[in-house]
């Protein structure tokens, strides 16, 4: 199966910058996309930004400008750069990878477990 791991979430006040890294493991056939999403307490979980295995970005309104996304050619770890962050970006941010398991299969959506980060003077 595929594992992924989230790092370098934290307390950092309003303006501030975190950098998160994503780091997968396993046996992915292919890679369609990875991306950030975030929860917020009592709030659904949304979106923030996914690059595809052609490099093909998408950011959700509220972030850009302020985060940037990237990946390593192996596509085995995903970073998400995070400027200028406020307190509404507080959230736990989850790492997401799809991709396919078997050529032969439909893709799957893999999740890590999420970093915490909080933003607050």
């Known amino acids: 199966q595929v594992q992924l791991v989230e790092s370098g979430g934290g307390l950092v006040q309003p303006g501030g910058s975190l950098r998160l890294s994503c780091t997968t493991s396993?046996?992915?056939?292919?890679?369609?996309?990875m991306g950030w999403y975030r929860q917020a307490p009592g709030k659904q979980r949304e979106m923030v930004a996914t690059i595809t295995a052609g490099h093909s970005t998408n950011y959700a309104d509220s972030v850009k400008g302020r985060f940037t996304i990237s990946r390593d050619i192996a596509q085995t770890m995903v970073y998400l750069q995070m400027n200028s962050l406020k307190p509404e970006d507080t959230a736990v941010y989850l790492c997401?990878?799809?991709?396919?398991?078997?050529?032969?299969?439909?893709?799957?959506?893999?999740w890590g477990r999420g970093t915490q980060v909080t933003v607050s003077s």
């Open positions: 396993g046996n992915l056939f292919a890679v369609v996309s």
């Open positions: 997401n990878v799809r991709g396919y398991l078997d050529p032969a299969q439909t893709f799957s959506d893999f």
